[in-house]
């Protein structure tokens, strides 16, 4: 025990020789130094997660996760280990503002890897869904590329066939006319084959003939057409034979059906408030601790420590001081005072 508290310890960016003359602070900074060792811990997991689903190579995410891992924990060390306690809340309060910012941040950050491996069966089926609304989306557009092509050839060829339909509906019609001059039930009521009938007879032949050569000339073009109409759905049937599943399994691709799944069901979407609630409290409980915590002694120790460098800066400036008036000595009256004036401004 004292091995992993001494381990502890020096996680939580403490000096161990002054922890030493105040044994009452140790557990403090023991659990500080936990805390950020357990934080590094998940962040390492959580990048090294994230860098699997990327790349899919065991080797490389581990190392990833391990330097991930390490910048986080360095980080959150140092973020602790800056802060001093003055005895003054609000300023404390105000100085460890950015902190705290930068806290959850990094809290989010790592959450978000090891939300996905916990929700990992939820968002599985929900892939799936994703993969069969992509393919349906590209099998749609090229049905689309094709199928204008092929409206336009149908509709050429009904407008070839309503032609040949409306000439021969004009051909009945003069038939028709000829046939009741003829039999007497229509133009002049005379049953006979006169001139009225012949030229009536007449028309309706022209109109035979004139429909003859544009159903030749039309069903010619149609043929053409219908050709043309089938090589087109041929080409269609090849390019969708050809499509392919694309395979949805990136990070991008879960966070998205997380979001999917968060969006859908209440449970999922509280789950994930509480995992993220989790991690920003695990991640800011350090600084928080040394911000609610008293003013112990060893902030005191440490405060009288880096005391004595301000003191010894200020001797040393003092001495350098001296030493330059000394030198000067022999400089006119206000040359020296306005030297000593600057030395004294910079002391």
């Given at each position: ?107 989010i950050v790592i959450a978000r890897p090891l ?122 049937g090849d390019a969708l034979i050809t499509l ?75 001495r350098m001081n001296s030493q330059a008036k ?22």
């Amino acid at each position: 025990m004292k091995k992993i508290t001494t381990f502890f310890l020096q996680c939580s960016g403490a000096d161990l020789e002054m922890l030493k003359k105040c044994p009452s602070e140790t557990s403090k900074y023991a659990g500080i130094g936990a805390t950020i060792f357990f934080t590094g811990l998940f962040a390492g997991l959580s990048g090294g997660y994230a860098l699997d689903t990327v790349f899919d190579n065991a080797w490389l995410a581990a190392l990833f996760g391990m330097v991930w891992g390490l910048m986080i924990f360095n980080l959150d060390r140092y973020i602790v280990s800056s802060m001093r306690k003055e005895g003054k809340p609000a300023r404390e309060w105000l100085m460890a503002t950015p902190r705290i910012i930068l806290a959850i941040i990094i809290s989010i950050v790592i959450a978000r890897p090891l939300e996905l491996k916990i929700f990992e069966k939820e968002i599985a089926p929900e892939l799936v869904a994703m993969e069969q609304k992509a393919y349906l989306e590209q099998e749609a557009l090229a049905r689309s590329r094709f199928t204008f092509v092929s409206d336009s050839l149908k509709a050429a060829v009904n407008t070839l066939k309503a032609e040949v339909m409306q000439k021969a509906q004009q051909r009945d019609a003069l038939m028709r006319t000829a046939q009741e001059e003829a039999d007497g039930t229509g133009g002049s009521r005379k049953k006979n084959l006169g001139p009225i009938y012949k030229i009536k007879k007449a028309d309706a032949d022209k109109a035979e003939a004139e429909l003859s050569v544009l159903t030749t000339r039309n069903y010619e073009r149609i043929a053409v057409l219908e050709k043309s109409i089938a090589e087109n759905d041929r080409i269609m049937g090849d390019a969708l034979i050809t499509l392919e599943r694309s395979k949805i399994d990136g990070p991008a691709a879960r966070i998205e059906a997380l979001s999917h799944l968060t969006a859908k069901s209440s449970a999922v979407a509280w789950a994930h408030i509480f995992i993220m609630l989790l991690f920003i409290a695990i991640e800011t409980t350090p600084v928080f601790v040394k911000l609610i915590a008293g003013k112990g002694p060893y902030d005191n120790l440490l405060k009288v420590e880096e005391h004595q460098f301000i003191v010894l800066e200020v001797e040393e400036k003092a001495r350098m001081n001296s030493q330059a008036k000394e030198r000067t000595a022999t400089f006119p009256q206000h040359e020296r005072t306005y030297i000593a004036t600057q030395l004294d401004n910079e002391l």
